[in-house]
């Protein structure tokens, strides 16, 4: 069941190539929540087989983070911080998620908009808080555009060398497990990095909202 829905994604990714990815990157960097997780890896699957560029998935994805961001920068700054408390909760943007990046935004300025593109929770809603504050675009746009691009070049390398060696990966089941078990430490390593960046975000999103 895994093997053929992972087969239906990495073709969904394939079929929509760079646009795709773009366009995926996009929402990811909005309040919509898709994880660049399962976008980029798959997408440099793909370009490890010849069937895309491996730069040319970091560019879309990149490209696609900052329209998504700078969309989110604008909306914000013309709805302002009062519609967003209020009703944000129907956007997948709760309170307590917009407190916690209006605070990093403050306290970290240019350099947390570059550091919240790699850390889960914070890269989808810290453009919000950029435009209330109305942050110099140009400032905003830089730090997203290389930290969303380090991000997806990050992303890229794992699809690509991770899985990317394996070119009947999606025909066959137990190449998958063969994967899954020769390369469990990436794996496992992903899974603790990324469990461990999300629970501290989360609390300092409790934390922030309580102060």
């Not at 794992?158 to 137990?174: H, M, N, R, S, Y």
């Amino acid at each position: 069941m895994f093997h053929n829905l992972l087969k239906v994604w990495f073709l969904f990714v394939l079929d929509w190539r760079y646009a795709g990815v773009a366009l995926l990157m996009a929402l990811e960097s909005t309040v919509f929540p898709i994880p660049s997780e399962i976008i980029i890896p798959p997408a440099a699957y793909w370009a490890s087989l010849g069937k895309m560029h491996f730069w040319g998935v970091v560019a879309a994805g990149m490209i696609g983070s900052y329209i998504g961001s700078a969309i989110s920068y604008w909306v914000s700054q013309w709805l302002g911080r009062p519609f967003l408390l209020k009703f944000g909760k129907y956007f997948f943007l709760p309170a307590e998620k917009l407190i916690f990046a209006e605070k990093w935004a403050v306290n970290y300025a240019g350099p947390g908009i570059f550091l919240a593109r790699m850390l889960p929770v914070a890269r989808h809603v810290v453009s919000i808080p950029a435009g209330i504050l109305k942050m110099p675009f140009w400032k905003f746009s830089l730090a997203t555009l290389v930290g969303s691009g380090g991000w997806c070049a990050v992303l890229a390398w794992f699809g690509a060398k991770v899985i990317g060696d394996q070119p009947t990966l999606l025909q066959e089941p137990a190449v998958l497990v063969h994967v899954l078990k020769a390369k469990l430490i990436y794996f496992v390593g992903a899974i603790l990095v990324f469990g461990f960046l999300y629970f501290y975000i989360h609390c300092q999103m409790k934390q922030a909202s309580r102060t």
